[in-house]
C-alpha cells in the first residue's frame, strides 16, 4: 500500500511544516529505514524512534500544564490517574485513527504484510513522532494547540458528559476497601432516579453511609447523577471518600473505634 500524500496529514492537524522531511522521518518505521540502508549502503536513514522520544515527553509536559490549570481543585493523584489515562497508549490510539495516520506510515515490506498500518504500537509511536517533529520544527506552543485539540480537549469533555471526570479511578472498589479496613459495613447504593428517554437516560443514584457502631442509622449519604448507573455510583462513592477522608483529617487520621492505649 502507497502512503498517502503527507499535506493530506498537515491538513488535518492545521499545521504545514517548514520542513516537511521532519513529517517524513516522523512517519518512517525503523522497517523501512533499515531496508534503505540495506539498499544503499554506508548511508544512514533516519527513522521516527527519536522524535517519538521527544514527542512523548512533549505530550506529558503539555498534558500536564492543561490539566494543573484546568482542575486546580484535584489533588496530585486525582490529575496524575487523569494524565494517565489522556496519555495511554488506549486514548492515543483513538487519535490516531481519527487522523488516519496509518495511511501515512511508511513501512518495511515486511511490516506491510502483516498490518502494521493497523498495529497500535505503531500508530501510537508514529502519534508521537509526529509531536516530535512538530516540537522540533515550530516549538511548544504549535504542539500545544495540536495536543489540546486532538488529544485532550475532546476527551475531557466527553468524560464530563459522562459524569466522570476520573475515568480510571474505581472509587467503588476503593470505598470498599476502606470499610473493610476500618471495620465498618459496606455501603449500600441505591438508584433513586432515572430520567429521559432511552437513548439518552440519566441516572441518579445514592450510596449511604452506614454509622460505625450503629446498626440501621445513616451517617452519611452521597448523591451524584450520571449518564450510566456505574458513573454515577463512582460519583457518589467518591463523595463518600472524600467524608471519610475529612473524618480521618479531624481525628488525626486514627482508626474508627481504635483510641490510643
Known amino acids: 500500500m502507497k502512503p498517502r500524500d503527507i499535506s493530506e496529514l498537515e491538513r488535518a492537524l492545521g499545521y504545514q511544516f517548514s520542513k516537511p522531511e521532519l513529517l517524513e522521518q ?54 496524575s490517574k487523569l494524565r494517565a489515562h489522556l496519555v495511554s497508549e488506549k486514548h492515543l490510539i483513538l487519535v490516531a485513527r481519527q487522523l488516519e495516520l496509518g495511511h501515512y506510515l511508511r513501512l518495511g515490506r515486511g511490516e506491510e504484510k502483516s498490518g502494521g498500518r493497523n498495529k ?22 504549535t504542539v500545544r494547540r495540536v495536543v489540546l485539540q486532538h488529544i485532550v480537549t475532546p476527551e475531557v469533555e466527553n468524560l464530563a458528559r459522562n459524569g466522570s471526570s476520573l475515568p480510571l479511578s474505581d472509587y467503588k472498589s476503593a470505598l470498599q476497601e476502606k470499610l ?16 429521559g428517554p432511552e ?30 448507573k456505574k ?7 467518591h463523595q463518600v471518600l472524600e467524608h471519610l477522608a475529612s473524618l480521618a483529617v479531624g481525628s488525626g487520621s486514627k482508626v474508627p473505634g481504635k483510641g490510643r492505649p
Open 120 to 141: 497500535t504500537a505503531l500508530l501510537v509511536d508514529g502519534l508521537e513522532a509526529v509531536l516530535g517533529a512538530m516540537y522540533v520544527d515550530s516549538g511548544l506552543e
Open 180 to 195: 473493610q479496613a476500618t471495620g465498618r459495613s459496606q455501603a449500600s447504593y441505591v438508584l433513586v432516579k432515572e430520567l
Open 199 to 228: 437513548h439518552s437516560k440519566t441516572f441518579t443514584v445514592e450510596v449511604r453511609l452506614q454509622a460505625l457502631g450503629n446498626h440501621g442509622e445513616t451517617e452519611f449519604v452521597g448523591r451524584a447523577e450520571g449518564s450510566t
Open 26 to 79: 516522523a512517519l518512517t518505521h525503523s522497517s523501512q529505514a533499515r531496508e534503505l540502508e540495506s539498499l544503499q549502503a554506508q548511508t544512514r536513514v533516519g527513522d521516527n524512534e527519536q522524535l517519538e522520544f521527544l514527542g512523548d515527553a512533549v505530550l506529558g509536559l503539555v498534558t500536564t500544564e492543561e490539566l494543573f490549570h484546568r482542575f486546580p481543585h484535584f489533588r496530585e493523584g486525582e490529575l
Open 231 to 237: 458513573n454515577a455510583e463512582q460519583a457518589a462513592a
